[in-house]
């Protein structure tokens, strides 16, 4: 393993992945996911927060266009928190945390989780440019969360 110190983000590095993910909420909150997928590789990996696996910027866009017709078509996202360490020259680990209001009811009638989503993300630096590719996004459940042996919130 390598000193971290030495692959430590930039500054600039840093607002980069913040823009993106900045970009990220906006194109969601838009709609528009030509825009969502502008920030992701070609090849990008994703699995949302009920395990569907996307490969492909493509695949992810006509998913979430599906999506944004239905269950997410009034949708807000909010963006809490981005951390990120470097995890090797021009790659970025993101852990995104958001929340989300106006989402319609899942496919089988039950209220969408209102507790907000923690992402995994890999960011990859190319030709200049910061890349996610490879997210999981995880729905947190908030009675779970509650007793978390690792929080104060949870047993102890």
């Given at each position: 393993?390598?000193?971290?110190?030495?692959?430590?983000?930039?500054?600039?590095?840093?607002?980069?992945?913040?823009?993106?993910?900045a970009r990220h909420a906006a194109a969601?909150?838009?709609?528009?996911?030509?825009?969502?997928?502008?920030?992701?590789?070609?090849?990008?990996?994703?699995?949302?927060?009920?395990?569907?696996?996307?490969?492909?910027?493509?695949?992810?866009?006509?998913?979430?266009?599906?999506?944004?017709?239905?269950?997410?078509?009034?949708?807000?996202?909010?963006?809490?928190?981005?951390?990120?360490?470097?995890?090797?020259?021009?790659?970025?680990?993101?852990?995104?945390?958001?929340?989300?209001?106006?989402?319609?009811?899942?496919?089988?009638?039950?209220?969408?989780?209102?507790?907000?989503?923690?992402?995994?993300?890999?960011?990859?630096?190319?030709?200049?440019?910061?890349?996610?590719?490879?997210?999981?996004?995880?729905?947190i459940d908030a009675r779970a969360a509650?007793?978390?042996?690792?929080?104060?919130?949870?047993?102890?």
């Amino acid at each position: 393993m390598s000193d971290p110190a030495a692959i430590a983000l930039s500054p600039d590095d840093e607002a980069a992945l913040h823009a993106v993910m900045a970009r990220h909420a906006a194109a969601w909150n838009a709609h528009d996911m030509a825009a969502l997928v502008a920030d992701m590789a070609a090849d990008v990996g994703w699995i949302n927060v009920v395990g569907m696996q996307w490969t492909g910027r493509e695949q992810v866009r006509r998913a979430h266009e599906a999506l944004h017709r239905t269950m997410f078509a009034t949708s807000r996202l909010t963006q809490m928190s981005l951390e990120l360490r470097a995890v090797a020259d021009g790659l970025a680990l993101g852990i995104n945390r958001t929340m989300m209001e106006g989402a319609g009811p899942t496919p089988d009638g039950r209220p969408y989780p209102a507790a907000g989503s923690v992402m995994t993300l890999l960011f990859a630096r190319t030709d200049g440019a910061w890349r996610i590719v490879h997210g999981h996004n995880t729905n947190i459940d908030a009675r779970a969360a509650a007793h978390d042996p690792a929080t104060a919130a949870g047993p102890r």
